[in-house]
């Protein structure tokens, strides 16, 4: 067991001061992926390994990127195993809700009888009837993936 944990710690250490050292086959096949991709999260790994060619640090693409040092060596490792295929894999599902099903549709039913002038009133609505206190973009982005937005029309 220590010797599993001394190898897994070791392999982390190695994956930060990695270099890639791309193919001519391999920079054209992420050049072609980066014009494909539409979701930014993926341009970003694409973004992360072109970038580590290059000579980049793992800390300076989690600074460009905007994203943890821990996250630019997930991604390289993904590249390393598997390539382009499993650097483009989505395996992101989400975090999961505080709401129940059940929660959600009052949400719902309340919005379709009294539709929220506006995501804030959602906020507070989610918070009095449920205690949960959710931060006010992730209130638009539910409200917008689940339901139709009713908002009452300004006069």
């Known amino acids: 067991m220590i010797l599993?944990?001394?190898?897994?710690?070791?392999?982390n250490i190695c994956?930060?001061?990695?270099?890639?050292n791309l193919t001519k086959e391999q920079q054209k096949q992420l050049k072609n992926a980066e014009k494909e991709v539409s979701n930014t999260q993926l341009l970003k790994r694409i973004q992360c390994v072109k970038f580590k060619d290059i000579g980049w640090t793992n800390l300076k693409i989690a600074e460009f990127l905007n994203v943890c040092n821990d996250t630019i060596t997930d991604w390289l490792k993904a590249y390393s195993?598997?390539?382009i295929e499993g650097l483009l894999a989505w395996r992101y599902e989400g975090r999961q809700s505080f709401l129940t099903d059940s929660q959600l549709e009052t949400i719902r039913q309340r919005n379709i009888e009294m539709?929220?002038?506006?995501?804030?009133e959602a906020?507070?609505?989610?918070?009095e009837q449920f205690g949960v206190k959710y931060n006010l973009?992730?209130?638009?982005?539910?409200?917008?993936?689940?339901?139709?937005?009713?908002?009452?029309?300004q006069s």
């Not at 994956?15 to 890639?20: L, R, V």
């Not at 906020?123 to 918070?127: P, S, T, Y």
């Not at 973009?137 to 029309?153: E, G, Y």
């Open 137 to 153: 973009s992730w209130v638009q982005k539910l409200l917008k993936k689940n339901w139709v937005c009713h908002t009452k029309k």
């Open 15 to 20: 994956m930060k001061y990695i270099k890639i």
């Open 81 to 83: 195993n598997d390539g």
């Open 115 to 120: 539709p929220f002038d506006n995501a804030s």
């Open 4 to 11: 599993d944990i001394l190898s897994l710690l070791w392999y």
């Open 123 to 127: 906020v507070d609505f989610i918070e």
